[in-house]
């Protein structure tokens, strides 16, 4: 059974940082998509950002290109998310997701990713 829990979400200033974790386990994701999206209130689930577990290829949206930083570590099978630069249009419940389908390049519609995590927080203060 697959499990993704998200972790690191909080309150931060405009301009500030965070790092999120999304902590995978049961199955081998070698051959999987795994991705971030985020979802604020009233508004659709967006791509945010997607990566390669085999290879460590990543894709970005536009919004958040040359701010957030996706990486995983094959060790500890956790998929990390950094924030820089934050805005306040960035504050969205973030969730990790898994595609098992798709090899690359990471599916941007949520509705192709299987498996999902419960969500973490992320508040931008202004």
């Known amino acids: 059974q697959v499990q993704l829990v998200e972790s690191g979400g909080g309150l931060v200033q405009a301009g500030g940082s965070l790092s999120l974790s999304c902590e995978a386990s049961g199955r081998t994701f070698n051959r999987d998509a795994m991705a971030w999206f985020r979802q604020a209130p009233g508004k659709e689930r967006e791509f945010v950002a997607g990566l390669r577990w085999s290879g460590g290829y990543t894709s970005y949206a536009d919004s958040v290109k040359g701010r957030f930083l996706i990486s995983r570590d094959n060790v500890k099978i956790t998929v990390y998310l950094q924030m820089n630069s934050l805005k306040p249009e960035d504050a969205a419940l973030y969730y990790c997701?898994?595609?098992?389908?798709?090899?690359?390049?990471?599916?941007?519609?949520?509705?192709?990713?299987?498996?999902w995590g419960q969500g973490t927080q992320v508040t931008v203060s202004s």
């Open positions: 997701a898994v595609d098992t389908d798709t090899y690359w390049p990471p599916q941007r519609d949520p509705k192709e990713y299987e498996y």
